[in-house]
């Protein structure tokens, strides 16, 4: 498969490095920055377009990493011309944009998916799947936590919020899937954030959602922990409590709230499942799960409407956090 990558920075060279583990693939790239996009052309034995329509051309695949205020012109170039499209995440900057490329994709008939990475990494997963097997029983409450020090990207893009849409449209939009893909649709959302107004530099921000069945959520989201990147997550039940954090070893625990009589008092462990082989890389999985279905003419791991509606919670999210007022996520498109 011919695989074109857009965008060179950050995560175009995430993508570039799990593509050649893939001895199916032939990889070209594009970057505005000609000496950025050389060197990862370079590094990944990749075939250099100097702009973008000739390589969406010359490719069956478009996997865009540019900055999110960029994601919809792209995106509907590529798919103008018949091509699958992989959008890192957000799947666009505003509402409007998302539903736009969704519909687009459906109209073309081409496969497009959003990169929610979260849904591959091997703890998460395991905790959608404790959740949704009922290993907590009914699911009351839930946690997670996610940040670390502001990202830059180039010309700053990252801390112009107006580019980038900020912590919760960049950062917890992560949690917002994973939180609705495990739990469920969202009733309402309430945020503050310490740059809501100013949309501009680094940023924390508070989400409590409120999902259909009455479970709730705490979204903590931070670009200002100078003690580097954590990701955590609980959920806490009628049965027991899931709890992950990053930063512990093991990193998934299960405590159920009624032990059988010969393990009372012993702490219920599930050991971190973090993947250490390259095949496993949550980034591998992601993109090669949606290289087969394309492949295979079968449906990506996760549809544009679920990227929709994670856009749909955080852009409610920002709203929410510039008003002061609890707001109800769009479900309807």
Known sequence: MRVGIIGTGGMGRVHASQYGKMPDVELFVYDRNPERGARTAANWNATLYSNPAELIEAVDVVDICVPTDGHAQLGHQAIEAGRAVFMEKPLAGTLEEAVGL???????????????????????????????????????????????????????????????????????????????????????????SLAALTKTGPDYALSTLTFD?????????????????????????????????????????????????????????AVSQTPTAPLEDPYYLELRGFLDAVKNGTPVPVAPIEGVHAVAIAVAARQSAETGQPVRPAREF
Not at 152 to 180: C, V, Y
Request: neutral net charge; aromatic residues 10%; proline residues 7%.
């Open 213 to 269: 069945n009455g479970c709730v959520a705490h979204v903590e989201s931070t670009w200002m922990d100078p003690n580097g990147f954590r990701a955590a997550f609980e959920v806490a039940g009628s049965a027991g409590l899931i709890q992950y954090d990053s930063r512990e070893a093991p990193g998934l625990r299960v405590s159920p709230a009624k032990p059988s009589e010969p393990e009372v008092g012993k702490s219920y462990l």
């Open 102 to 192: 969704m519909n687009a994709a459906a109209a073309a008939n081409v496969p497009l998916m959003p990169g929610q990475v979260v849904r591959f990494f091997p703890d998460f997963l395991t905790g959608h799947q404790l959740v949704k097997s009922g290993a907590v029983g009914t699911p009351a409450a839930a946690r997670t936590r996610r940040g670390g020090l502001a990202p830059t990207g180039s010309e700053g893009w990252f801390m112009d919020h107006t580019r980038s849409g900020g912590i919760l449209l960049d950062l917890a939009i992560h949690d917002f899937d994973w939180l609705r893909w495990t739990l469920g649709d969202v009733t309402q959302v309430y945020s503050r």
